[in-house]
């Protein structure tokens, strides 16, 4: 083959807009862009769904706060929030209510154990709280970290290919060369452009989701104490009341 | 938390990402088509800088130029030197035939032979009107024989048949003088008839020469023609239609070879032995033509320094000048002596040792330290 020929016939032959590199890419390489480009939706998915969560939440925290220590009485909220299914503040307020009722309802009066209880529950909730915050957030960080290797695999192998063909043509004229080389290095850059944004979303939402747990935390701590010290209240009365009523 | 296929307002992230990397991708397909293609690359020019005084004095080639092609082999230098351009085509044009001037022309080729001579051309020379005059005066003189010729035979005649009569008449009383007579006439006739055939072939003769002649003069008036304007000749070279023959060289590029200069690079310089030796044997000639002006008699003097243009044979190609001279009224007297001396020299004699680093010593400063008279 005539090297001239082949000079000219090289920018015919390749296409060099975006669905030019990819149509004229191998079949893995086509499959690690393909596959990069769905994480990419999947991740901004993910970062879409988490900032509107998570600001619902601290909102939802805010308002919870506000109407928790307006000296509204617990039992009220309680009676509001029950019967819907509560998330965050309100959710750990309505476990540890709950379990008090339950402290009460029954026949036999346990206030012994009651603050370890409530504390048990609290830790449970804070923990689904928190985990459901979590959720989905692994994939940001899986996918920013295998993100290039990804996209690298794509770019060794359309490089592979690359150097396969110009071995089979025995011309090395950088026309030839170049077109593989640029759609081998678009597997890279679909890799990159998955991986980066992931990589600061996951940071950013991660510690986002400590500042929501330890604000839950924070509640449920105080509010431990408080019931704790209803509890305590009650028992020293209760002790009395019996005698008295005996 | 499945990824939900329907648009869920508190969890809309599929979509809007779905969304906004299919503009995404919109954006960069009719952004990122056309491709920025390299300007074109300027080759850079390698640039030496070198001072006037390099520049006066380099004879340098191109360090990696090619060698010069050898000239073709001669053995000894050519009677006709043939200097051709570089595109001349190695093939010579033959030159137009031309007509030897003793050749004969035919009336058919020649406009100008074709001219009958008698309307005689304007342009006749002498020699041709010499010719002329002279077959015409040999025509007359033949005429002029014939008719003599012919006037004698009349005569001849007359008298043959006047002496008939007379014989008739006078009858037969002299026979013998009859016979006489008629002997004697016969006689005569036979010596007119003899002349007049020798007459006749002389006419002959000269006719022919004339016409030898006439044919001779009319070939070489021919040649003459012939040899100043040829007009067959200028036909045939106008007629030619061949091309030229050389359009000049071409190639890729224009050859700009630089010749290979010599080895050292820059002219010879004197040694700074050979600059002492040389200053020294110019103010020993100095010293020669110095006479000491009475103010430097005596006490110190402040040596100057004078500038001296020498010619490449030694004389001066420009006056010299005083470069530095003491402060002194007496410094200035010994300077201005200095330069008068050289002036008086005129001509200095350099050795011929000194000749190839002539460059070096065309301008020298010699400091000039007045002997002691």
């Not at chain 1, 990819?22 to 990069?36: N, R, S, T």
């Not at chain 2, 020649?110 to 015409?136: F, G, I, L, Y």
Request: aromatic content about 6%.
């Amino acid at each position: 083959m005539n090297p001239a020929d082949v000079a000219q016939a090289a920018p015919v032959a390749h296409d060099l807009s975006l669905l030019g590199l990819f149509w004229q890419a191998h079949f893995v390489v086509k499959l690690v862009m393909i596959g990069l480009l769905a994480a990419s939706v999947w991740c901004w998915a993910i970062i879409v769904d988490k900032t509107l969560l998570y600001s619902r939440t601290k909102r939802a925290m805010d308002r919870f706060e506000d109407v928790f220590w307006s000296g509204q009485s617990l039992e009220e909220l309680f009676r509001n929030l029950q019967s819907r299914p509560a998330t965050g503040l309100a959710a750990v307020f309505v476990a540890a209510m709950r379990e008090w009722k339950r402290s009460f309802e029954g026949s036999g009066r346990s206030f012994q154990t009651l603050p370890q209880r409530i504390d048990k529950v609290l830790d449970v909730t804070i923990q689904r709280e928190v985990e459901r915050l979590n959720a989905r957030l692994t994939v940001l960080a899986s996918i920013g970290s295998a993100g290039p290797y990804i996209g690298l695999f794509g770019t060794v192998v359309g490089i592979m290919n690359s150097f396969t063909s110009i071995a089979a043509s025995k011309n090395t004229s950088l026309a030839v060369v170049a077109p593989g080389i640029a759609e081998a290095l678009f597997a890279t850059a679909i890799g990159l452009f998955a991986a980066i944004p992931a990589v600061l979303a996951y940071n950013k939402l991660n510690s986002e989701v400590g500042k929501l747990q330890s604000r839950l935390e924070g509640f449920a701590d105080e509010f431990s104490a408080i019931l704790s010290r209803q509890v305590d209240e009650r028992i020293g009365h209760a002790g009395r009341s019996p005698a008295n009523a005996a | 938390m499945a990824l939900t296929w329907k648009f869920n307002t508190s969890e809309p992230g599929f979509w809007v990402s779905g969304v906004a990397h299919a503009a995404l991708l919109a954006a960069a397909m009719v952004g990122l088509s056309s491709v920025a293609e390299f300007p074109e690359a300027q080759e850079g020019i390698p640039v030496e800088v070198i001072t006037d005084a390099q520049l006066s004095q380099i004879t340098r080639g191109e360090t990696n130029a090619k060698a010069p092609q050898p000239k073709p082999r001669a053995e000894r230098v050519a009677d006709k030197a043939e200097l051709k351009d570089p595109g001349e085509d190695k093939r010579d044009a033959p030159a137009p035939p031309k007509r030897p001037a003793e050749m004969k022309v035919a009336d058919k080729e020649e406009p100008v032979a074709a001219q009958p001579p008698p309307p005689a051309p304007p342009t006749r020379s002498q020699e041709d009107k010499a010719a002329e005059a002279k077959a015409e005066a040999e025509k007359k003189m033949i005429e002029k024989a014939e008719a003599e010729a012919i006037e004698k035979a009349k005569a001849a005649e007359k008298a043959k048949v006047e002496a008939e009569a007379k014989a008739k008449t006078e009858a037969e009383a002299k026979a013998k003088a009859e016979a006489e007579a008629k002997k004697i006439a016969e006689a005569k006739a036979k010596a007119e008839a003899e002349a007049k055939a020798k007459a006749e072939a002389e006419a002959k003769k000269l006719a022919e020469a004339k016409v030898k002649e006439e044919a001779e003069a009319k070939a070489r008036k021919e040649a003459q023609v012939a040899k100043k304007l040829d007009m067959g000749d200028l036909k045939q070279f106008l007629d030619t239609k061949d091309k030229h023959q050389s359009t000049g060289s071409t190639g890729a590029e224009v050859q700009k070879t630089a010749s290979l200069g010599t080895a050292t690079g820059s002219a010879a310089k004197l040694t700074p032995s050979l600059r002492d030796a040389l200053i020294g044997l110019l103010v020993s000639q100095i010293e020669r033509c110095y006479s000491a002006p009475i103010a430097a008699s005596g006490g110190q003097v402040t040596a100057p320094i004078l500038d001296i243009r020498l010619n490449q044979d030694g004389s001066l190609s420009t006056d010299p000048r005083i470069l530095q001279a003491g402060s002194t009224s007496t410094d200035r007297a010994v300077a201005d002596a200095a330069v008068r001396a050289i002036r008086k020299c005129r001509q200095f004699e350099i050795p011929a040792k000194f000749v190839p680093y002539y460059a070096d010593w065309k301008v020298l400063n010699v400091q000039f330290d007045p002997p002691l008279s």
